[in-house]
């Protein structure tokens, strides 16, 4: 499976991207406060919050804490209307002290490389000595991997970004294995899951390797295996990624219009994973 | 009362940007980016400069574009609704360019330590990171206390921080409002402030509401009128945020062409004397306005 099919609208009327917002809101409880990234993960909110979780309170790294939507769809968490009528609108050490105090309880973050243990890199491909391509960096993510309660990981399932070690840590998952979080000092956290074009994977409580839990309709778990850079451990009773609801597609399309994110049939919302 | 410190947008940069400074900018982070400021600094072909912010959408990569900086301090440059910076990432890849890699967290901290005048400040993030690999400013440090890892950050002072608001007096004085990132931190940790507003008001505006602040006026060095000097970020109260700008960019700032014909379109015509909001256009203007008012109810500073 190409990345690229992944992309395209499925016969039942939703794309990959929509199945992965829905997954991403799903890992989202109500009442809770939520660190809210980019992309994917800002609809991901949106529609938790319109559905399953209206208690849910947004906590946004550059000043803003809100616990309604924004009155109209937003492409970026700067945008006006997410401003218009938030709670709090403040400096980023204000948001970043909630998290540090251990107050956020979910965070999203995005990753170009990721290992068995949740590592992940937002810098530099092929090391930072002599980088073959310099990403964008970590901007809040490193804080939010080491201070949330739990972070939500999403990005693209390739063999290449799902590799054995890699090249760089922007934000700590679990290090080498367990005991490493604690032993390096980080006070609390992990991730929880990653959610990919492919499938969801949770981390072995005991191990804290990344272990495929369920799969999306039509991938098999020997396609993700494939696309995987290490020998991937799968849950017993491997489970199928449940569609979004004609509710949760509804929410969506109300939050992308336009189908930026998320796609349309005439253009794949390739963006939204930040495929670099 | 202070002396004015109105200057023309010129005026400000070639008096308090010298080459080889530290600059803060776009310290808001997606809000109130300095661009009018920053395309200033490409007129007049500023060098050496060492860049420092939480997030750049876009703003760095124009000036790495431009030649006008040797380093960068920053925790994400990028372009937030497109992903990479082109620019940044060629000159990182081609080693032309130094980088400090932050994390939000430790960016405030490093700016936060500058402002509250002390060597540094302790965090709990970054620990087990590989920002340590490629930021000789932050340090594991065991807290004196409770024994308990720490990551020091260094203490940044630049010299200057260039910040844009949505109204300022002739002084210095000023109201911001909206998501402040650490426009606070920056300000207060900088050697020099330049303001460019959107307004031009009365001291007793700004008096009138002075939690408002964020820099009082006697830490400012500038104030330059620059109505339309956030575009294409989006100003609190003024204008929203014109995406289409940032997709455009990220298209043309894919090769050195494309960046020159960018360059010759938005930047260089205001040197001719063409005032930013024209070259923007009426239409394009109207496009971006608020539509949906929502003005705060006034509170009471009497006695």
Same mark, same amino acid.
């Given at each position: 499976?190409?990345?690229?099919?992944?992309?395209?609208?499925?016969?039942?009327?939703?794309?990959?991207?929509?199945?992965?917002?829905?997954?991403?809101?799903?890992?989202?409880?109500?009442?809770?406060?939520?660190?809210?990234?980019?992309?994917?993960?800002?609809?991901?909110?949106?529609?938790?919050?319109?559905?399953?979780? /209206?208690? !849910? @309170?947004?906590?946004?790294?550059?000043?803003?804490?809100? #616990?309604?939507? *924004?009155? &109209?769809?937003? +492409?970026?968490?700067?945008?006006?209307?997410?401003?218009?009528?938030?709670?709090?609108?403040?400096?980023?050490?204000?948001?970043?002290?909630?998290?540090?105090?251990?107050?956020?309880?979910?965070?999203?973050?995005?990753?170009?490389?990721?290992?068995?243990?949740?590592?992940?890199?937002?810098?530099?491909?092929?090391?930072?000595?002599?980088?073959?391509?310099?990403?964008?960096?970590?901007?809040?993510?490193?804080?939010?991997?080491?201070?949330?309660?739990?972070?939500?990981?999403?990005?693209?399932?390739?063999?290449?970004?799902?590799?054995?070690?890699?090249?760089?840590?922007?934000?700590?998952?679990?290090?080498?294995?367990?005991?490493?979080?604690?032993?390096?000092?980080?006070?609390?956290?992990? /991730?929880? !899951? @990653?959610?990919?074009?492919?499938?969801?994977?949770?981390? #072995?409580?005991? *191990?804290? &390797?990344?272990? +495929?839990?369920?799969?999306?309709?039509?991938?098999?778990?020997?396609?993700?295996?494939?696309?995987?850079?290490?020998?991937?451990?799968?849950?017993?009773?491997?489970?199928?990624?449940?569609?979004?609801?004609?509710?949760?597609?509804?929410?969506?399309?109300?939050?992308?219009?336009?189908?930026?994110?998320?796609?349309?049939?005439?253009?794949?919302?390739?963006?939204?994973?930040?495929?670099? | 009362?202070?002396?004015?410190?109105?200057?023309?947008?010129?005026?400000?940069?070639?008096?308090?940007?010298?080459?080889?400074?530290?600059?803060?900018?776009?310290?808001?982070?997606?809000?109130?980016?300095?661009?009018?400021?920053?395309?200033?600094?490409?007129?007049?072909?500023?060098?050496?400069?060492?860049?420092?912010?939480?997030?750049?959408?876009?703003?760095?990569?124009?000036?790495?574009?431009?030649?006008?900086?040797?380093?960068?301090?920053?925790?994400?440059?990028?372009?937030?609704?497109?992903?990479?910076?082109?620019?940044?990432?060629?000159?990182?890849?081609?080693?032309?360019?130094?980088?400090?890699?932050?994390?939000?967290?430790?960016?405030?901290?490093?700016?936060?330590?500058?402002?509250?005048?002390?060597?540094?400040?302790?965090?709990?993030?970054?620990?087990?990171?590989?920002?340590?690999?490629?930021?000789?400013?932050?340090?594991?440090?065991?807290?004196?206390?409770?024994?308990?890892?720490?990551?020091?950050?260094?203490?940044?002072?630049?010299?200057?921080?260039?910040?844009?608001?949505?109204?300022?007096?002739?002084?210095?004085?000023?109201?911001?409002?909206?998501?402040?990132?650490?426009?606070?931190?920056?300000?207060?940790?900088?050697?020099?402030?330049?303001?460019?507003?959107?307004?031009?008001?009365?001291?007793?505006?700004?008096?009138?509401?002075?939690?408002?602040?964020?820099?009082?006026?006697?830490?400012?060095?500038?104030?330059?009128?620059?109505?339309?000097?956030?575009?294409?970020?989006?100003?609190?109260?003024?204008?929203?945020?014109?995406?289409?700008?940032?997709?455009?960019?990220?298209?043309?700032?894919?090769?050195?062409?494309?960046?020159?014909?960018?360059?010759?379109?938005?930047?260089?015509?205001?040197?001719?004397?063409?005032?930013?909001?024209?070259?923007?256009?009426?239409?394009?203007?109207?496009?971006?306005?608020?539509?949906?008012?929502?003005?705060?109810?006034?509170?009471?500073?009497?006695?």
């Amino acid at each position: 499976m190409k990345t690229k099919d992944a992309f395209e609208t499925t016969a039942s009327g939703y794309t990959l991207l929509h199945l992965m917002v829905t997954a991403a809101a799903r890992e989202v409880f109500d009442h809770e406060t939520v660190f809210v990234g980019m992309r994917l993960p800002l609809l991901g909110f949106l529609l938790a919050k319109s559905t399953h979780a /209206p208690h !849910a @309170v947004g906590v946004y790294e550059l000043g803003v804490v809100r #616990d309604t939507v *924004s009155p &109209e769809p937003i +492409l970026t968490m700067g945008d006006l209307p997410n401003l218009s009528g938030a709670s709090w609108l403040a400096d980023t050490i204000d948001m970043m002290g909630l998290l540090q105090k251990g107050l956020v309880d979910v965070s999203f973050i995005g990753g170009a490389q990721v290992d068995r243990f949740g590592n992940l890199n937002t810098s530099y491909i092929g090391g930072f000595r002599s980088p073959v391509t310099r990403l964008p960096g970590s901007g809040g993510a490193c804080d939010l991997a080491c201070l949330a309660q739990r972070h939500i990981i999403v990005m693209t399932h390739e063999k290449r970004r799902f590799k054995e070690k890699v090249d760089y840590i922007t934000s700590p998952g679990y290090g080498e294995g367990p005991g490493w979080r604690e032993g390096v000092g980080l006070p609390r956290g992990g /991730p929880s !899951a @990653v959610i990919t074009t492919l499938g969801v994977l949770r981390f #072995d409580p005991d *191990s804290k &390797e990344m272990m +495929l839990v369920s799969v999306h309709p039509g991938v098999s778990a020997e396609t993700v295996q494939s696309h995987t850079g290490w020998h991937l451990k799968t849950a017993r009773n491997l489970a199928q990624t449940p569609p979004p609801t004609r509710e949760e597609l509804t929410v969506i399309r109300r939050f992308d219009p336009g189908g930026y994110w998320t796609g349309t049939e005439k253009s794949p919302g390739e963006k939204a994973l930040g495929v670099f | 009362m202070d002396s004015a410190k109105r200057l023309s947008l010129s005026e400000a940069v070639s008096r308090f940007v010298q080459d080889g400074d530290a600059v803060a900018m776009g310290c808001a982070q997606e809000t109130l980016i300095p661009f009018a400021a920053g395309h200033e600094m490409i007129r007049r072909q500023k060098k050496d400069l060492t860049l420092i912010g939480p997030i750049s959408d876009i703003l760095f990569d124009q000036l790495v574009g431009a030649g006008c900086v040797t380093e960068i301090r920053a925790a994400w440059i990028g372009n937030v609704i497109t992903g990479s910076a082109y620019h940044f990432r060629r000159a990182v890849e081609e080693k032309t360019l130094r980088i400090k890699d932050h994390s939000n967290l430790t960016l405030a901290m490093a700016l936060k330590a500058g402002a509250m005048g002390v060597p540094f400040m302790p965090t709990r993030t970054a620990l087990g990171s590989d920002l340590y690999q490629t930021n000789p400013d932050l340090k594991t440090l065991s807290c004196p206390f409770s024994g308990v890892p720490v990551t020091a950050v260094a203490a940044l002072t630049p010299d200057v921080a260039v910040v844009h608001v949505q109204r300022a007096d002739i002084f210095g004085n000023s109201h911001v409002w909206g998501n402040l990132g650490v426009t606070r931190e920056a300000c207060l940790a900088s050697r020099h402030v330049i303001l460019t507003a959107e307004e031009i008001v009365d001291t007793t505006v700004i008096t009138g509401d002075p939690n408002r602040v964020v820099v009082p006026g006697f830490r400012v060095s500038a104030v330059v009128h620059a109505p339309w000097g956030g575009h294409p970020s989006p100003v609190p109260g003024y204008y929203n945020r014109d995406h289409q700008a940032f997709i455009d960019y990220r298209n043309c700032s894919k090769t050195p062409e494309g960046f020159r014909a960018w360059r010759k379109e938005w930047v260089d015509p205001v040197d001719d004397g063409r005032a930013y909001a024209e070259i923007l256009g009426n239409a394009r203007r109207e496009s971006l306005a608020i539509t949906h008012r929502r003005p705060s109810v006034p509170v009471d500073y009497g006695y």
